[in-house]
């Protein structure tokens, strides 16, 4: 973590939950830290983003039941498991379903190939539905045996984020 006020916010955060849990969450804030991630607070969440293109990647916090939640952008990703395809899946199944802005009025706040931009997923009918890749999905029941597959994807978004979101700047 870069200040005092991020490592204060990440550890208050942390010191709340049980330490199994807290050891699988620290290992993933690390590995964003290493990626270029901060810490900020975003109301009753933390979310981790980019100085380079600004743009969140992980959002972490508790959810309306006081569990916490670890939720992943990784749109842009591509041959995850069947566990992610799953949390597509559960993202684009609600009753509540709309198609994403982007494609319903042609809004094109995002950069880079729309196929890349937006979670997809193929019904068993052969309708193919989208999520805004924008958003960071819940992965209930995150465990250590999440860590690899979390760690790759986190990865390959950001090399995408960087691709298409970054204006230009300068890298470390």
């Excluded at 937006?118 to 019904?123: M, S």
Aim: charged share 30%.
């Amino acid at each position: 973590m870069r200040t005092e006020k991020q490592r204060e916010l990440v550890e208050g955060f942390l010191s709340a939950i049980e330490p199994e849990q807290g050891a699988v969450y620290r290992e993933l804030i690390r590995h964003l830290s290493g990626l270029g991630y901060g810490p900020k607070k975003q109301r009753s969440a933390i979310v981790f983003i980019c100085p380079w293109h600004k743009k969140q990647i992980v959002k972490m916090g508790r959810d309306r039941k006081g569990q916490p939640f670890f939720a992943l952008r990784f749109s842009a990703c591509r041959g995850y498991s069947e566990r992610f395809r799953e949390i597509v899946r559960h993202a684009v199944s609600g009753e509540n379903y709309k198609e994403p802005g982007c494609m319903a009025k042609g809004e094109d706040f995002c950069k880079g190939p729309i196929g890349q931009r937006l979670y997809t997923y193929e019904l068993p009918s052969g309708e193919t539905r989208y999520h805004c890749g924008a958003k960071a999905l819940a992965i209930p029941g995150l465990g250590a045996e999440d860590v690899p597959e979390i760690k790759r994807l986190m990865e390959e978004e950001h090399r995408f984020l960087m691709e298409y979101e970054a204006k230009g700047e300068e890298t470390p």
